[in-house]
T-cell receptor, first 109, second 116 residues
Framework: KNEVEQSPQNLTAQEGEFITINCSYS?????LHWLQQHPGGGIVSLFM???GKKKHGRLIATINIQEKHSSLHITASHPRDSAVYIC???????????FGTGTLLAVQP | EAQVTQNPRYLITVTGKKLTVTCSQN?????MSWYRQDPGLGLRQIYY???????DKGDVPEGYKVSRKEKRNFPLILESPSPNQTSLYFC???????????????FGPGTRLTVT
């Protein structure tokens, strides 16, 4: 079993829909990261969370430390949100990142 | 502008021909790392460096070397590339927030390597 599990692996939505991507982890962490990767492009850090909730524009990230679970929400989705969203957790002596395998999101107009 | 740069962005090479992928960051970060990304496997750490002259193996170090002679540079060296090293490679760097809770990670644009 992977230490970081994301669901769903693939997600297709219509423009304007509310989207939720989930991440569960099984290790102790100091922080959880949500990353965005566009096709053929680099990786951008969206959020880093150690507790609670963060919001940036239409993106909201929450984390429940007790349940070892995080969610990434996209409100009023748009085709430009189409990307791979990656959850990663950091911990241990070197704060090494462990990555989920990503969620491929396609938002159709 | 804060950034991590990698070169080259694309490389096609043949088995056994030594190559180096350069990585440089302008944020004075202590920690730098290399990852490879393969379909279905996600990002896996190859090597990391906590500071100048301090490097250590990640999860998949076989077939790779690194060096950290300067704080800003962290090149990845493939002494004798093989087809199973065909992958998308990312360099990353980070600082540490003063509250000790975590850090923000900056990624380079990626290098797509094909070994034939």
């Amino acid at each position: 079993k992977n230490e970081v599990e994301q669901s769903p692996q693939n997600l297709t939505a219509q423009e304007g829909e509310f989207i939720t991507i989930n991440c569960s982890y099984s290790v102790g962490i100091s922080a959880l990261h949500w990353l965005q990767q566009h096709p053929g492009g680099g990786i951008v850090s969206l959020f880093m969370l150690s507790s609670g909730k963060k919001k940036h524009g239409r993106l909201i990230a929450t984390i429940n430390i007790q349940e070892k679970h995080s969610s990434l929400h996209i409100t009023a989705s748009h085709p430009r949100d189409s990307a791979v969203y990656i959850c990663a957790v950091g911990g241990g002596a070197t704060n090494k990142l462990i990555f989920g395998t990503g969620t491929l999101l396609a938002v159709q107009p | 502008e804060a950034q991590v740069t990698q070169n080259p962005r694309y490389l096609i090479t043949v088995t056994g021909k030594k190559l180096t992928v350069t990585c440089s960051q302008n944020m004075n970060h202590e920690y730098m790392s290399w990852y490879r990304q393969d379909p279905g496997l996600g990002l896996r750490q190859i090597y990391y460096s906590m500071n100048v002259e301090v490097t250590d193996k990640g999860d998949v170090p076989e077939g790779y070397k690194v060096s950290r002679k300067e704080k800003r540079n962290f090149p990845l060296i493939l002494e004798s590339p093989s087809p199973n090293q065909t992958s998308l490679y990312f360099c990353a760097s980070r600082r540490r927030f003063t509250n000790g809770k975590g850090y923000e990670q900056y990624f380079g644009p990626g290098t797509r390597l094909t070994v034939t």
